[in-house]
Each structure stands twice: as C-alpha cells, then as structure tokens.
C-alpha cells in the first residue's frame, strides 16, 4: 500500500499500518520480500496491490524494482482486476519481466462474468482468488457457483482470517475441495503455527499463502528450495 508492505489484519483495508517484522528491519518492499523468500525458502511471492484493490492506480514501479531486485522469483499478482484489460496494461508497463507475473483475478474486483470468462480463459496462466468476508461471497462476476470456468489453481481467501490468527477456515476449504477434486486449492488466511498449516492439509489444502505467521516467526523457518 502506497509503495510500502502493510500488516494486513481482517481485510479491513483502510486501518492497515505499515509491517513490524521479526524478519527484517523496515517495510521496503524489497528487504521484506528477500527476508519473507530466505526465511520460508519459497521461490514464488504473493503480492496484493493495495491501492489497485481500492480502486487506485496500479503500483507499476514497485513491481518493476520486486522484478529486478529478485530475479529468480515468480510472484502471484492480485491488482484489482476488472477485466482482462486491466492485467494487459500493467504487463506492458512491466515490459519483459511481466512473463514472470502470474496474474490473479479476484472474485471481489470482477467486474461482469464476461470479464471473468476473458480473464480465466487460459487456466494454465491464470489464477482465481474466490473471496468471501464475513460468510458472504465477495462476487459480483458469479465466479464462486461457475465451476466450468475456474482455472487450475483456486485461491480460497476468508478475508476476516487475515492476520487475525483465529485459525484457517477448513470447513470452506473442505466444501470446495468436494465440489473440485482436481483443482490446485490454495487457502489464504488465519494461519498460526504448524499444526494449522497440517490441518489445512488434511482439509484438501495443497497449499496455503501465509504472512502474519512468517513475520512473527510463529512458523518455523523452512530448507531453502534453491
């Protein structure tokens, strides 16, 4: 948010301050992100843009520096997008380094199931964050009861469970996992230690994206993957 990392706590967007991490001094994008990729040997990095989720403009030159700064990294990108139009645009401001973006299409920012049907064309390429808060689907595009169109890797994120420590939501996790047996599901939200991250597993989680946990170092730093 407004070119620094944020704690985010209960996707109460507006409240959000600028990170405080066991991991490394500051909130510059770039020390956060080598200390969060050393500390959990990950090779792929989340990156919410916040000013875009709230309808601001795209942060196109903090990208460009995570790019460069970390070369060898993948980094999952949820820009607010409306269509895939939107996506289109930023990828040219980024020039090459745009082949290392995977974007992710948000059920929240969706604006028509049209643009949906645009954005999850390529499942391979692209990713779909189904978002609920509050037990309500944030879904304005119908994306959550469109099976057919969901691409091959499904982000589940329960916006209240974020940064709030109040435990995974494996009951919805579950319930999709039912309904899409072969799909990549990803959880994100309410991770607090490595007893959740195994249940969430045994929920049908293949994987789950964490912040909070890694920060407070309440998870147990990982073998490096490169």
Not at 14 to 43: F, H, N
Not at 187 to 209: F, H, S
């Amino acid at each position: 948010m407004a070119g620094q990392v944020v704690r985010a706590v209960r996707g109460e967007r507006s409240a959000y301050l600028p990170v405080c991490s066991a991991l490394c001094a500051g909130s510059a994008p770039i020390a956060v992100a080598r200390a969060l990729l050393d500390y959990s040997g990950a090779d792929t990095l989340y990156v919410a843009d916040l000013d875009a989720l709230m309808g601001g403009a795209a942060q196109a030159e903090p990208l460009a520096a995570l790019l460069a700064a970390l070369p060898h990294t993948a980094i999952w990108l949820d820009g607010g997008f409306r269509d895939a139009a939107a996506f289109a645009t930023l990828a040219q401001q980024l020039g090459a380094a745009a082949a290392r973006v995977t974007p992710v299409f948000a059920s929240e920012s969706l604006a028509t199931a049209q643009a949906a049907r645009e954005c999850l064309a390529d499942p391979r390429r692209a990713i779909l964050s189904l978002d609920r808060r509050g037990g309500e689907p944030l879904d304005p595009a119908a994306c959550w009861n469109a099976e057919a169109l969901w691409p091959e890797r499904v982000i589940v994120m329960t916006l209240e469970r974020v940064g709030a420590f109040a435990g995974p939501d494996l009951q919805t996790l579950a319930a999709l996992r039912r309904r899409a047996p072969g799909t990549t599901l990803i959880g994100a939200g309410g991770i607090r230690d490595d007893v959740d991250l195994q249940a969430a597993a045994a929920a049908g989680a293949d994987a789950w994206l964490v912040a909070s946990a890694l920060h407070d170092r309440r998870l147990a730093p990982r073998k490096p993957l490169r």
